[in-house]
């Protein structure tokens, strides 16, 4: 939690209000490190909360107005409590109107708020600054207005402010780890049973994460055609294999290589990412346990490589980068994070190395495209919180 962006959050909140707010809290956003596009079709993920978040700032107004600010950009939205509505125009606030919607089944809401939003997750970066966005205004209104929402009922609250608000449908993965994350751990999701527990990375690992700037198309339709694809893919082995399939969780890869021949081509290799993605978090969870992060690397690797060859959702920069970092020392492992087409590739490597890796991958990639990617450090961090 960035407590220099907190003050400066409050100075603003204060100038435009005249007043300190009732509530605060705070949500970091995530980096998806195995487990690519597993979440909705009920698979696995390893992921981490980061160390860059959303503060979400609110009081009370007075009628049933709500004024939502942008502390980065100084814009500012009005919408009635009870029908939120969405924005054409300040498309920011969508998630926040989303989750006010959700939360409008929760209880009854009849007052507005004057609320107030300011972070420092970079936007498009596939670190999802929407769902620190979702679940840091999220836990702020219902403590403001008093409702008693579970961290599940929270993070399908985003989830649904994505769908209807923002266009994407996107699973739960990004509201889950914002919620669960711990410092220090991995989460591990389930996203069947919707079980989830941390996992121990030891003080010896941390990531790097690459931002390449080129902007991800996830509204554009890319991440919901991969979503159809699968489901078509399920339906499929529904109708060939003899145990119940409700969703590609239930196929194996032996069973995919069995099969995949009499698919529809575009269906059988984007079903084969989510199949192979899920074994390999559950040889990626086996390998933390014992302490074998250069295993892990080496899935991490071969994640993206499925990414490449089967899901058509990296691009020449982010294979670049994976590309090279397999020739960095102290570099262990390096894959896409998030829904892909752009975005950032998440490199595994130690507090020890994480400086000359970073600088190897930024030089490298300057050579290659006239302009460094955008490096941040990324510690397992800490999950979202009300703020005293
Ligand atoms: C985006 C979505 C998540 C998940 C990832 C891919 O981040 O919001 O729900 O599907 O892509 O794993």
């Known amino acids: 939690m960035n407590e220099k962006i907190l003050n400066e959050a409050l100075a603003k909140f204060v100038k435009r209000w005249g007043e300190e707010p009732t509530v605060i809290a705070y949500a970091p956003g995530r980096v998806e490190v195995l487990g690519n596009h597993t979440d909705y079709n009920e698979g696995f993920v390893l992921s981490a909360g980061i160390n860059f978040g959303t503060f979400f700032l609110v009081s009370l107004a007075e009628g049933s107005t709500c004024t939502l600010r942008a502390g980065d950009v100084e814009e500012e939205t009005t919408f009635d409590c009870a029908e939120p509505g969405r924005s054409e125009e300040f498309g920011w606030s969508n998630y926040v109107r989303g989750v006010l919607a959700g939360l409008c089944e929760v209880g009854v809401i009849e007052t507005g708020f004057n609320g107030l939003l300011l972070g420092d997750v970079p936007i498009g970066s596939g670190l999802s600054s929407s769902a620190a966005l979702e679940i840091s205004s999220g836990l702020a209104l219902a403590k403001l207005y008093g409702l008693d929402v579970s961290a599940i009922d929270m993070a399908k609250i985003g989830q649904a402010s994505e769908h209807e608000y923002a266009g994407v449908k996107c699973g739960l993965l990004d509201q889950i780890s914002s919620l669960y994350a711990e410092e220090d751990k991995l989460v591990m999701s389930d996203f069947r049973s919707l079980e989830i527990e941390t996992v121990n990375m030891g003080h010896d690992a941390c990531f790097v994460v690459c931002n390449t700037g080129v902007k991800h198309a996830l509204v554009d339709g890319e991440y919901n055609e991969r979503r159809e694809k699968c489901e078509e893919a399920a339906a499929f082995f529904k109708g060939v294999l003899d145990h119940p399939?409700?969703?590609?969780?239930?196929?194996?890869?032996?069973?995919?290589?069995?099969?995949?021949?009499?698919?529809?081509?575009?269906?059988?290799?984007?079903?084969?990412?989510?199949?192979?993605?899920?074994?390999?978090?559950?040889?990626?969870?086996?390998?933390?346990?014992?302490?074998?992060?250069?295993?892990?690397?080496?899935?991490?690797?071969?994640?993206?490589?499925?990414?490449?060859?089967?899901?058509?959702?990296?691009?020449?920069?982010?294979?670049?980068?994976?590309?090279?970092?397999?020739?960095?020392?102290?570099?262990?492992?390096?894959?896409?994070?998030?829904?892909?087409?752009?975005?950032?590739?998440?490199?595994?490597?130690?507090?020890?190395?994480?400086?000359?890796?970073?600088?190897?991958?930024?030089?490298?990639?300057?050579?290659?495209?006239?302009?460094?990617?955008?490096?941040?450090?990324?510690?397992?961090?800490?999950?979202?919180?009300?703020?005293?």
């Open 245 to 388: 399939v409700a969703a590609l969780r239930d196929v194996s890869w032996a069973e995919w290589q069995a099969h995949h021949g009499d698919m529809e081509p575009v269906a059988a290799n984007r079903s084969a990412h989510p199949v192979g993605e899920n074994d390999r978090v559950l040889r990626g969870r086996e390998a933390l346990h014992h302490n074998d992060l250069v295993k892990f690397g080496e899935l991490m690797f071969e994640s993206h490589e499925s990414s490449m060859n089967y899901f058509d959702n990296s691009c020449p920069e982010l294979d670049f980068l994976v590309k090279t970092a397999r020739s960095v020392p102290g570099a262990l492992g390096a894959r896409l994070s998030g829904g892909g087409f752009g975005g950032s590739v998440v490199v595994l490597t130690s507090p020890r190395d994480a400086e000359t890796v970073s600088k190897a991958l930024a030089n490298a990639y300057a050579n290659e495209y006239g302009q460094a990617c955008e490096n941040l450090l990324i510690r397992p961090s800490e999950g979202a919180h009300l703020v005293e």
